[in-house]
């Protein structure tokens, strides 16, 4: 069973950065589309970015020209790089694969942003 592990997060300031990581366990990441999972406060949880393991990505609207995912499957570790953070971003970050049946889940990456 792969195990998923986010680090990064924080407290940031309207219009700062973050870098999140998110290192599995297990050889199947290399082969596995990934993504970036946001569960606002309140909200469900969902895609803000996905990266195959070519490097082919997907951004939702709302982090277009913000966020930058990539990844390094030698290192089995993915990557989200948030800029210009707002109010909106704030939430836990979660990563896993694309498609059903998901890895479980960890305890995720705590991203605040304060206006």
């Known amino acids: 069973q792969v195990q998923l592990v986010e680090s990064g997060g924080g407290l940031v300031q309207a219009g700062g950065s973050l870098r999140l990581s998110c290192l599995a366990s297990?050889?199947?990441?290399?082969?596995?589309?990934m993504a970036w999972y946001l569960q606002a406060p309140g909200k469900q949880r969902e895609v803000v970015a996905s990266?195959?393991?070519?490097?082919?990505?997907w951004y939702a609207d709302s982090v277009v020209d913000r966020f930058t995912i990539s990844r390094d499957n030698a290192k089995n570790t993915m990557y989200l790089q948030m800029n210009s953070l707002n109010s909106g971003d704030t939430g836990v970050y979660y990563c896993?694969?694309?498609?059903?049946?998901?890895?479980?889940w960890g305890q995720g990456a705590q991203v605040t942003v304060s206006s």
């Open positions: 297990g050889s199947d990441f290399g082969i596995t589309r």
């Open positions: 990266i195959t393991p070519f490097g082919n990505i």
């Open positions: 896993n694969k694309v498609f059903s049946p998901q890895w479980a």
